[in-house]
């Protein structure tokens, strides 16, 4: 698989949701990472879109990633390809996602979006299960399929793909201090 190319690429946050991520384990760090990854495609201008799995009953995005996705997806399907994401993405050919429950809803979106003929690059630092043990296999199945496992600054940098980027100072800061 090529590298990640900021052009080609959205980013997708996939159900960090204020009555799931007191559950989650270290869904602080997951958030902050999270975050840190959509402040990081916001200054290179890739679009960052969100998901919420029924939120009536899950309530909204936590406020960090809310403010930060352009849009977000309303859905009751675990795989979100089902309620309409591919619509959403129009025909960006490249995603890189993150979110929660790793091995539910991440899960279940990646491979429908694999098998929508997307390239995946899922953000493990940035991925929450309730169980050390889910996030693990997840990560593990994911990568048997064909997502690409990745950290947060391994796709900032990817996206940037040169020191002398207009933004690479920007970018740069908000990876010197690393979380956790």
Same mark, same amino acid.
């Given at each position: /698989?090529?590298?990640?190319?900021?052009s080609?690429?959205?980013l997708?946050?996939?159900?960090y949701?204020?009555?799931? /991520?007191p559950?989650i384990h270290?869904?602080?760090q !997951?958030?902050a990472?999270?975050?840190?990854?959509?402040?990081?495609?916001?200054?290179?201008g890739?679009?960052?879109?969100?998901t919420?799995?029924?939120?009536?009953?899950l309530g909204p995005?936590v406020?960090a990633i809310?403010?930060r996705?352009?849009s977000t997806?309303? +859905? /009751?399907?675990?795989?979100?390809?089902?309620?309409g994401?591919?619509?959403?993405?129009?025909?960006v050919s490249?995603v890189?996602?993150a979110?929660?429950?790793?091995?539910?809803?991440l899960?279940?979106?990646?491979?429908g979006?694999?098998?929508?003929?997307?390239r995946?690059w899922?953000?493990?630092?940035a991925?929450g299960?309730?169980s050390i043990?889910d996030h693990?296999?997840?990560m593990?199945r994911?990568?048997g399929?064909?997502a !690409?496992?990745?950290?947060?600054?391994?796709?900032?940098?990817?996206?940037?793909?040169d020191?002398?980027h207009g933004?690479? +100072?920007?970018?740069l800061q /908000?990876?010197k201090?690393?979380?956790?």
């Open positions: /698989m090529n590298a990640i190319v900021a080609n690429s959205v997708l946050l996939v159900d949701q204020q009555r799931l /991520m559950a270290r869904g602080e !997951v958030v990472e999270a975050t840190r990854l959509a402040d990081a495609a916001r200054a290179l890739v679009r960052v879109l969100g919420e799995q029924n939120p009536a009953g995005n406020e809310r403010q996705c352009e997806l309303a +859905k /009751m399907h675990f795989d979100a390809c089902e309620d994401l591919l619509d959403a993405l129009g025909d490249d890189v996602i979110g929660c429950e790793a091995h539910v809803c899960l279940q979106t990646t491979l979006l694999l098998r929508a003929g997307r995946l899922v953000v493990s630092a991925c299960s309730r043990a693990e296999l997840a593990r994911l990568r399929v064909g !690409v496992i990745v950290s947060p600054e391994m796709v900032a940098f990817e996206w940037l793909h020191c002398r933004s690479f +100072k920007q970018v /908000m990876f201090a690393r979380i956790g």
